[in-house]
């Protein structure tokens, strides 16, 4: 009580103390008020969105080397020592111990030795880039791939692991890598959504919707999910109701909701409304023919695998890559394509190979590596990848060992491999390394923020300049982290 500040005293000052008081809670209020009044000064980074035209195109922030994303999102954690990460250490010193590694729990618990890859790996394409048997078509096309080696995740469980892949936040609540790029940039098919995700054949992924919602961005820009087999929801009409009475109870809807709009000027989320009831009717018209392949020739869905009738899975999983392939023909901006789901239980249907992970892993290879590589090939072959940046992710890797009294590989975030293709990285690349077990990442380290990022870079965005107030914050895709991985750009 002997030392105190000049402040302190002011504070002991009973009227002074409630002056200061109420100025505060006066300019707490007044900022309330004028952001209400929308008089707060504005960020000009933010997109300029016409409510009766909330898809149409928009501009970049800087010249953009994509037009558009196609991301394969390997959901369950897919090994990246038994895929793309190859390590002779492991082949040297299977069934050792892991240095380091001592006393070591994982996820599901203690680990055990260092477990060889389930096959061999074989120098692929004229980079000679080493990948495994497991995926011998992808790997096929390792010349095309930028490869990070590097990755990071900040969570060991899947739903956290798959928020954080697709939203750059472990916890719920948060928009999706597609919703971001949809509010920033639009569609250049207005007649579709700008946003799909394609789900797998066997069901979602853990954290389902997180992965292609909007959260707190305008539900306008969430994705729409769809599947070959398995078009949008309750688009067609009844059908008790003719086409004649469809179109002109459309007509009429049409003309009260331009008079309702008329009554009051600037509402923009009642324009919001009507856009997206008038895109949902312009669907009724064009995803029926979309996701139609009929008129895909053989030659075409043998490529892809979408013919082998003995494995139901994989062609369904080879008619979602051609759709997806027919989405960016149409314009489509994001297109997001699932492999692997958790309805069927931990490591069934998707990668999460806790248990036996060489029963469980050849029968998911088979049915991501052909179509998957066809999708590549066939975007490639008709000039799209010159201005589609292709993604191949998964939440995060798997151990070098296998747990102890098991025969699978435990969760591991701290190394693990995704790749990118197409517009504007560098192929044949190799970015950042993990150590001599493939283990933790130890060169170029790399987060999700900057995979992000990076993505957003090449689509003409600068993940910094790109916001969304919510909450009294400016929100972005990559919260305050991230940095563009400038290496890796052609």
Known sequence: MKHWSLAGHGLLDRRRFLSHTMTGLGSIALIDLLNRDRLLQANDDHPVIDPQRPYAARATHFRARARRVVMVYCSGALSQVDTFDYKPALFARHDQALPGADGLKTFQGAQGNIARPLREFAPRGESGKMTSDLLPQLGGLADQFCFLHAMTSRTNTHGPGENFMSTCFTLDGFPSLGAWVNYALGTDNEDLPAFVSIPDPRGNPQSAGNNWGAAFLPAMFQGTPMSADRPVRHLQRPEQ?????????????RQLNERHLERHPGDSDLAARIASYELAARMQQTIPTLVDLSNETEQTLRAYGADQHNNPTKAAYARNCILARRLCEAGVRFVQ??????????????????????????????????????????????????????????????????QAGASGRDHNPDGFTCFLAGAGVKAPYSYGA?????????????????????????????????TYYHNGTQRRLTDVHGHVLREILA
């Open 241 to 253: 109701i003719g086409l004649p009475a469809d179109r002109a109870a459309a007509e009429f809807l």
């Open 337 to 402: 394509v699932f492999n692997g789901a958790y309805a069927m239980g931990e490591g069934v249907g998707n990668w999460d190979g806790h248990k036996s992970i060489a029963e469980q892993y050849p029968g998911h290879a088979e049915i991501l590596d052909q179509p998957t590589a066809a999708l590549i090939a066939d975007l490639s072959q008709r000039g799209l990848l010159e201005d589609t940046l292709f993604v191949f992710c998964t939440e995060f890797g798997r151990m070098p060992t296998f």
């Open 434 to 466: 993990t150590d001599e077990f493939g283990w933790r990442a130890v060169e170029k380290v790399t987060t999700v923020y900057d995979f992000h990022a990076t993505i957003l870079h090449l689509l003409g965005l600068d993940h910094e300049r790109l």
